[in-house]
């Protein structure tokens, strides 16, 4: 078919800014997602088309239990929705929408063996373990899944920035050989505590995957827990709160979290305190006051029968409505 054919007859929908943000379901969901990539997300749902996608396909690219991925799928799905994602949100599982294995596909047929190679996550594991081949690939998935959506923003911290940047280069290379086919994405940062660093070792991301949760602050923590690991959070010498995230990593990271979750300025929060113990007491109530109506929301939604299973069925039916109308379109433009 000829690219003006396949563009005519499938015609990009751009009318409205488009969002997507993915969590992958290989751990319990976290301050640190809630404050990067929840709330901002949540934010957006006033002034974007926000669609919100729990990727349980790149939970396979490690070694995995499948009923913990099964229960981890379903409480993230759970979770987000307490956040506050709103009805107007498309808010699905991955693999419950087939489409996005079928676009996979068509995307790998125009994407470098060398462009995945490189990535890289896949750089750092490869020659150390045995490395699933779906960890080299599961970039192009990730492509798919933004291109499936015709999305125009996709939140994206550091360590995703390569990815996205994949997934352009794919869409342009694709809209450049087969005729306009996709919206090439751009990535949205939020700003203040975009990446929040683990409360034992601020020099590393707080993150599901940390061999230790005592510096990971679980959306579903309770109150003691989150006083307990706030507590026993790394600081630095020095009794003088000042916001230095260069010389002092680990007090910069407190005043980032506070910041965040009161929406301020780390340097302004700063001013307010005059020991690390005042400073800790106001973050351990600054974070339970966050965490407290979405703990109460998440009860509600596990606790009614059969409630998730809808929602979750319902997700799926209105994101295969635009995922269906992308393959179509992509299929004709490459030849199918």
């Known amino acids: 078919m000829s690219t003006a054919t396949a563009t005519r007859q499938s015609p990009i929908e751009t009318q409205t800014l488009r969002r997507l943000s993915g969590f992958k379901p290989t751990g319990e969901l976290h301050l640190g997602n809630y404050l990067g990539a929840i709330r901002p997300t949540l934010d957006a749902q006033r002034t974007t088309e926000s669609i919100v996608m729990i990727a349980d396909l790149h939970a396979l ?25 709103a009805p107007t949100t498309v808010c699905y599982v991955q693999s419950d929408v087939p489409e996005h294995a079928e676009l996979h596909y068509l995307l790998e047929c125009a994407t470098g063996h060398g462009e995945a190679a490189r990535m890289i996550q896949f750089k750092e594991r490869v020659g150390r373990q045995p490395v699933r081949l779906s960890l080299l690939t599961y970039p192009v998935l990730m492509a798919a899944d933004i291109l499936l959506h015709d999305a125009d923003e996709v939140p994206v911290g550091d360590d995703q920035a390569q990815h996205l940047e994949l997934a352009r280069d794919v869409a342009n290379r694709f809209n450049t050989r087969y005729g306009r086919t996709f919206v090439v994405p751009r ?10 660093m683990d409360l034992t070792d601020p020099t590393a ?20 827990t989150v006083r307990r690991k706030v507590m026993r959070a790394v600081t630095d010498p020095g009794g003088q709160v000042v916001y230095d995230p260069d010389r002092r990593p680990g007090l910069a990271n407190l005043l ?23 400073l800790k007491e106001a973050l351990v109530d600054a974070i339970v006051d966050v965490l407290r109506p979405i703990q109460g929301r998440y009860r509600g939604i596990v606790a009614e029968r059969g409630l998730l299973e809808d929602i979750r069925r319902d997700g799926a039916e209105r994101a295969r409505d635009r995922a269906a109308r992308t393959v179509a379109r992509a299929k004709a433009a490459i030849g199918l």
């Open 205 to 224: 991301k707080m993150g599901k995957s940390s061999t230790s949760d005592a510096g990971v602050i679980g959306l579903l923590d309770e109150p003691d």
């Open 187 to 196: 990535g949205a940062s939020p700003g203040v505590a975009a990446r929040v």
């Open 61 to 85: 690219t490690a070694e995995h239990d499948p009923q913990r991925l099964r229960r981890l799928t379903r409480e993230a799905l759970a979770t987000l929705l307490a956040a506050g994602t």
């Open 256 to 278: 980032e979290i506070l910041a965040a979750c009161e929406r301020d300025q780390p340097d302004v929060v700063a001013l307010r305190f005059d020991s690390y113990a005042r």
